[in-house]
Protein backbone atom coordinates (compact mmCIF):
# COMPACT_ATOMS: atom_id res chain seq x y z
CA UNK A 1 0.00 0.00 0.00
CA UNK A 2 2.99 2.47 0.99
CA UNK A 3 4.19 1.65 -2.29
CA UNK A 4 1.22 2.37 -4.17
CA UNK A 5 0.42 5.51 -2.48
CA UNK A 6 4.52 6.94 -3.48
CA UNK A 7 3.91 6.45 -6.93
CA UNK A 8 0.21 7.90 -7.11
CA UNK A 9 2.03 10.54 -5.54
CA UNK A 10 4.97 10.91 -8.07
CA UNK A 11 1.73 10.59 -10.91
CA UNK A 12 -0.38 13.45 -9.15
CA UNK A 13 2.64 15.59 -9.48
CA UNK A 14 3.90 14.59 -12.84
CA UNK A 15 0.21 14.46 -14.69
CA UNK A 16 -1.68 17.05 -12.74
CA UNK A 17 0.59 19.45 -11.30
CA UNK A 18 3.56 20.11 -13.58
CA UNK A 19 1.34 20.66 -16.90
CA UNK A 20 -0.32 22.61 -15.21
CA UNK A 21 2.33 26.16 -15.70
CA UNK A 22 4.19 25.33 -11.87
CA UNK A 23 7.21 26.57 -12.54
CA UNK A 24 8.39 26.91 -9.39
CA UNK A 25 10.16 23.85 -8.69
CA UNK A 26 10.07 23.96 -4.74
CA UNK A 27 6.37 23.38 -5.21
CA UNK A 28 6.93 20.46 -6.97
CA UNK A 29 9.37 19.23 -4.54
CA UNK A 30 7.62 19.85 -1.53
CA UNK A 31 4.12 18.22 -3.53
CA UNK A 32 6.29 14.82 -4.37
CA UNK A 33 7.51 14.40 -0.69
CA UNK A 34 4.16 15.55 1.69
CA UNK A 35 2.03 12.47 1.53
CA UNK A 36 -1.25 13.58 0.93
CA UNK A 37 -2.87 10.25 2.25
CA UNK A 38 -1.71 10.94 5.52
CA UNK A 39 -3.96 14.53 5.70
CA UNK A 40 -7.14 12.47 4.79
CA UNK A 41 -9.26 9.78 7.40
CA UNK A 42 -8.51 5.99 7.03
CA UNK A 43 -11.82 6.40 4.84
CA UNK A 44 -10.86 8.60 2.35
CA UNK A 45 -7.06 7.52 2.13
CA UNK A 46 -8.02 5.98 -1.38
CA UNK A 47 -8.87 8.75 -3.06
CA UNK A 48 -6.05 11.07 -1.65
CA UNK A 49 -4.52 11.57 -5.30
CA UNK A 50 -7.77 11.82 -7.63
CA UNK A 51 -7.54 15.34 -9.95
CA UNK A 52 -10.37 16.55 -8.41
CA UNK A 53 -11.82 17.89 -4.71
CA UNK A 54 -11.94 15.83 -2.08
CA UNK A 55 -15.33 16.12 0.09
CA UNK A 56 -14.82 13.86 3.22
CA UNK A 57 -15.86 13.82 6.92
CA UNK A 58 -13.19 14.40 10.05
CA UNK A 59 -14.24 12.08 13.09
CA UNK A 60 -15.20 14.30 16.06
CA UNK A 61 -14.69 13.22 19.81
CA UNK A 62 -17.61 11.48 21.59
CA UNK A 63 -21.15 11.19 20.46
CA UNK A 64 -20.43 14.80 18.39
CA UNK A 65 -21.61 14.33 14.68
CA UNK A 66 -18.20 14.23 12.10
CA UNK A 67 -17.57 17.60 10.50
CA UNK A 68 -17.38 17.92 6.89
CA UNK A 69 -14.56 18.98 5.18
CA UNK A 70 -12.59 19.45 1.61
CA UNK A 71 -9.55 19.57 -0.21
CA UNK A 72 -8.74 21.28 -3.36
CA UNK A 73 -7.62 19.75 -6.59
CA UNK A 74 -4.05 19.15 -6.52
CA UNK A 75 -3.29 21.42 -9.68
CA UNK A 76 -5.30 23.79 -8.09
CA UNK A 77 -3.60 24.41 -4.49
CA UNK A 78 -0.38 24.77 -6.57
CA UNK A 79 -1.43 27.33 -8.72
CA UNK A 80 -2.48 29.37 -5.57
CA UNK A 81 0.64 28.33 -3.50
CA UNK A 82 2.60 29.87 -6.98
CA UNK A 83 0.74 33.05 -7.09
CA UNK A 84 1.87 33.88 -3.02
CA UNK A 85 5.35 34.31 -4.47
CA UNK A 86 7.22 32.61 -1.59
CA UNK A 87 10.70 33.02 -0.65
CA UNK A 88 12.15 31.01 2.53
CA UNK A 89 12.25 34.14 4.88
CA UNK A 90 8.21 34.23 4.58
CA UNK A 91 5.87 33.67 7.26
CA UNK A 92 2.26 32.72 5.89
CA UNK A 93 -1.07 32.21 6.85
CA UNK A 94 -3.11 29.59 5.75
CA UNK A 95 -6.77 30.32 6.49
CA UNK A 96 -9.38 27.57 6.88
CA UNK A 97 -6.47 24.79 6.11
CA UNK A 98 -8.81 22.01 6.82
CA UNK A 99 -6.86 18.82 7.63
CA UNK A 100 -3.38 20.67 7.03
CA UNK A 101 -2.23 19.17 3.94
CA UNK A 102 -1.85 22.84 2.55
CA UNK A 103 -0.45 24.00 5.79
CA UNK A 104 2.40 21.07 5.12
CA UNK A 105 2.87 22.37 1.34
CA UNK A 106 3.69 25.56 2.37
CA UNK A 107 5.73 24.99 5.02
CA UNK A 108 8.31 23.13 2.52
CA UNK A 109 8.40 26.38 1.04
CA UNK A 110 8.72 29.11 3.98
CA UNK A 111 10.13 29.79 7.01
CA UNK A 112 6.89 29.48 9.23
CA UNK A 113 3.33 29.32 8.78
CA UNK A 114 -0.05 29.71 10.78
CA UNK A 115 -2.75 27.74 10.08
CA UNK A 116 -6.52 28.11 11.81
CA UNK A 117 -9.05 26.20 11.50
CA UNK A 118 -12.60 26.45 13.35
CA UNK A 119 -13.43 23.16 14.44
CA UNK A 120 -11.37 21.73 17.53
CA UNK A 121 -11.74 18.05 16.09
CA UNK A 122 -10.02 19.62 13.10
CA UNK A 123 -7.67 20.82 14.85
CA UNK A 124 -6.27 18.30 16.83
CA UNK A 125 -6.00 16.00 13.09
CA UNK A 126 -4.27 18.44 11.17
CA UNK A 127 -2.20 19.04 14.34
CA UNK A 128 -1.47 15.17 14.16
CA UNK A 129 -0.90 14.81 10.82
CA UNK A 130 1.64 17.73 10.03
CA UNK A 131 3.71 16.18 12.83
CA UNK A 132 3.62 12.46 11.50
CA UNK A 133 4.99 14.30 8.49
CA UNK A 134 7.68 15.68 10.23
CA UNK A 135 6.82 19.04 9.69
CA UNK A 136 8.00 21.21 12.77
CA UNK A 137 7.92 24.91 11.12
CA UNK A 138 3.99 25.32 10.84
CA UNK A 139 1.41 25.30 13.85
CA UNK A 140 -2.44 24.96 13.62
CA UNK A 141 -4.60 27.07 15.69
CA UNK A 142 -8.38 26.98 16.45
CA UNK A 143 -9.28 30.47 15.40
CA UNK A 144 -11.96 31.78 13.00
CA UNK A 145 -10.64 31.76 9.63
CA UNK A 146 -12.48 34.77 8.45
CA UNK A 147 -10.90 37.05 11.18
CA UNK A 148 -7.66 35.64 10.79
CA UNK A 149 -4.61 35.86 13.35
CA UNK A 150 -3.79 39.06 14.01
CA UNK A 151 -1.30 38.15 16.83
CA UNK A 152 0.84 36.29 14.66
CA UNK A 153 0.63 38.84 12.28
CA UNK A 154 1.48 40.69 9.90
CA UNK A 155 1.75 37.91 7.70
CA UNK A 156 4.24 38.09 4.07
CA UNK A 157 1.32 36.36 2.48
CA UNK A 158 -2.51 34.64 3.17
CA UNK A 159 -3.58 31.78 1.69
CA UNK A 160 -7.48 30.45 1.38
CA UNK A 161 -7.53 27.66 -0.50
CA UNK A 162 -11.56 27.28 -1.29
CA UNK A 163 -14.40 29.46 -2.61
CA UNK A 164 -15.11 32.72 -1.09
CA UNK A 165 -18.07 35.27 -2.05
CA UNK A 166 -16.66 38.45 0.25
CA UNK A 167 -12.79 38.49 1.56
CA UNK A 168 -13.10 40.02 5.19
CA UNK A 169 -11.12 43.31 5.55
CA UNK A 170 -9.66 42.21 8.50
CA UNK A 171 -7.93 39.37 6.92
CA UNK A 172 -6.26 41.90 4.33
CA UNK A 173 -5.05 43.82 7.37
CA UNK A 174 -2.89 41.02 8.40
CA UNK A 175 -1.21 41.50 5.41
CA UNK A 176 2.69 43.66 5.26
CA UNK A 177 3.27 46.16 3.04
CA UNK A 178 3.59 43.94 -0.59
CA UNK A 179 2.14 40.71 1.03
CA UNK A 180 -0.43 38.77 -1.00
CA UNK A 181 -3.61 36.96 -0.64
CA UNK A 182 -4.54 34.26 -2.77
CA UNK A 183 -8.24 32.75 -2.78
CA UNK A 184 -10.86 31.46 -5.32
CA UNK A 185 -14.11 34.33 -5.50
CA UNK A 186 -16.99 33.38 -6.68
CA UNK A 187 -18.18 34.82 -9.46
CA UNK A 188 -21.70 34.45 -10.97
CA UNK A 189 -21.80 30.99 -12.10
CA UNK A 190 -18.26 30.03 -11.72
CA UNK A 191 -14.94 30.80 -9.95
CA UNK A 192 -11.32 32.81 -10.31
CA UNK A 193 -7.94 32.40 -7.73
CA UNK A 194 -7.95 36.48 -7.44
CA UNK A 195 -4.54 38.09 -5.84
CA UNK A 196 -4.39 40.79 -3.64
CA UNK A 197 -1.78 42.76 -2.77
CA UNK A 198 -0.95 45.47 0.05
CA UNK A 199 0.54 48.46 -1.29
CA UNK A 200 0.32 50.80 1.99
CA UNK A 201 -2.90 51.26 2.90
CA UNK A 202 -4.69 50.08 -0.54
CA UNK A 203 -5.14 46.99 -2.34
CA UNK A 204 -4.14 45.80 -5.69
CA UNK A 205 -6.13 42.93 -6.90
CA UNK A 206 -5.96 40.64 -9.97
CA UNK A 207 -7.46 38.16 -11.53
CA UNK A 208 -5.12 34.97 -11.90
CA UNK A 209 -7.29 32.28 -13.65
CA UNK A 210 -10.13 30.60 -13.99
CA UNK A 211 -11.10 28.15 -10.65
CA UNK A 212 -13.72 26.00 -9.18
CA UNK A 213 -13.89 24.65 -5.28
CA UNK A 214 -15.86 23.96 -2.44
CA UNK A 215 -17.21 27.40 -0.84
CA UNK A 216 -16.15 28.03 2.89
CA UNK A 217 -19.31 28.84 5.03
CA UNK A 218 -17.35 31.66 6.69
CA UNK A 219 -16.73 33.37 3.75
CA UNK A 220 -20.41 34.02 2.28
CA UNK A 221 -22.22 36.95 1.62
CA UNK A 222 -24.94 37.81 4.31
CA UNK A 223 -28.65 37.31 2.57
CA UNK A 224 -29.78 40.64 1.82
CA UNK A 225 -32.71 40.97 3.93
CA UNK A 226 -36.00 41.58 1.28
CA UNK A 227 -39.59 42.46 2.11
Known amino acids: RMADFATQRLNMVESQVRPSDITDRRITR ?4 IPRESFLPDDARA ?9 FS ?7 PAVPQFMVAPRVLARLIQYLELDAKNVVLDSACGTGYSTAVLARIAETVVGIESSAAVVAFASGALSGAGVDNAV ?13 GPYDAILIAGMIEKLPQALLEQLKDGGRLVAIERR ?4 AAVQWRRLGD ?6 LFDAGAPMLAGFMKKPAFVF
Open 202 to 207: TYDKRW
Open 30 to 33: AMSA
Open 58 to 64: VPAADDA
Open 188 to 191: ERYG
Open 140 to 152: IVEKDPATGYADE
Open 47 to 55: IAYADQDLT
